[in-house]
């Protein structure tokens, strides 16, 4: 780029600069961008005569402080995108893209982009590290290759809910982020539904010769939403719970305890919570599931009363 194009360059990007900062001074500005208050001055004075055109209402319009530290921009001209990275901006970015490289499978072209981000500025923002990116997860891998060509899976899988490692055959179907955490999507033949496996419990991923059926028309719109709920009651001294999960409380104490719902994708997982917390909450319904929390502290309490005899 010829220096006065790099220049205009420069001058342009301090419309869209302001808009976004306005209540930035120009010392700020100046060390936002790399340059100094005399530069800055220089560049906004020049702005003041260009525009799109050579009448009044085509030029930029924009007015200083007394003292020159601050700068107003009255009219813009639809200027309002940067031309190029600020320093601070492409060190942000690249950040980001460097934080992108530990969640997605395919990071072929997050790697890119964060190289060419590299290059541009080296030597202007020494306090960014160039990390040297690291091997690819195999298991990794392979899920996305299953995923590209179209066929099933085996793998083992850690269920943490459970502590214990499972064995699994599916049909792969999508990718979804949450939470920081990549997922799988993919279809379970033996439940008949989909299931969401987290990449980092994944283990020995296989990929099989047979074709996959992720019966995509199933994937359900909101796949981290659970689809039941669960009718509970709080002790009023454990409404604190709520603030920790996802309960939603429907109403005023009565008696002490405090009518509230939990919404809830494995039946597994509501016995085991209403167990934990016995002593803070109590499972209306689904009635099953009731019924199982209540025969599970009895065999508990049952334990006990064997063990004192």
């Not at 010829?2 to 930035?24: G, K, Q, T």
């Not at 899976?153 to 055959?169: A, C, D, G, P």
């Not at 990718?175 to 496996?197: C, N, V």
């Not at 509501?270 to 319904?285: E, P, T």
């Amino acid at each position: 780029m010829s220096e006065r194009m790099a220049s205009l360059v420069r001058a342009l990007n301090l419309i869209p600069y302001f808009r976004a900062h306005p209540d930035n001074s120009l010392f700020e500005a100046a060390r936002d961008l790399g340059l100094n208050h005399r530069q800055m001055v220089a560049d906004l004075q020049r702005l003041h005569t260009s525009g799109v055109g050579m009448y009044t209402e085509e030029l930029i319009d924009l007015t200083f402080n007394a003292n020159r530290t601050e700068v107003t921009i009255t009219e813009d001209q639809g200027l309002t995108a940067p031309l190029r990275l600020t320093t601070t901006e492409a060190g942000a970015l690249l950040l980001m893209l460097e934080s992108l490289e530990e969640q997605l499978v395919d990071t072929s072209a997050v790697r890119s982009a964060a190289q060419k981000i590299r290059t541009l500025v080296r030597g202007r923002a020494g306090g960014i590290a160039e990390a040297e990116p690291e091997d690819e997860d195999p298991d990794l891998l392979v899920v996305n290759e299953a995923l590209r060509r179209g066929q099933r899976l085996r793998f083992r899988y850690h269920n943490v809910s459970r502590n214990e490692w499972q064995t699994r055959i599916v049909d792969p179907a999508t990718l979804y982020l949450h939470e920081g955490h990549t997922y799988l999507a993919a279809w379970d033949d033996s439940r008949k539904a989909h299931r969401k496996f987290r990449l980092d419990r994944i283990h020995d991923a296989e990929l099989l010769d047979d074709t996959a059926h992720p019966h995509l028309q199933k994937l359900p719109k909101a796949p981290f939403r659970f689809d039941q709920e669960a009718e509970i009651e709080l002790r009023e001294s454990a409404a604190w719970l709520a603030e920790y999960h996802d309960i939603t409380l429907q109403g005023e104490a009565e008696g002490g305890w405090i009518p509230a719902t939990l919404p809830f994708g494995s039946s597994d997982w509501l016995v085991r919570f209403a167990v934990h917390h016995g002593d803070r909450l109590r499972l209306v319904s689904p009635a099953d599931l009731a019924l199982k929390v209540r025969r599970r502290a009895q065999d508990a309490l049952a334990a006990y009363r064997d063990h004192d005899r």
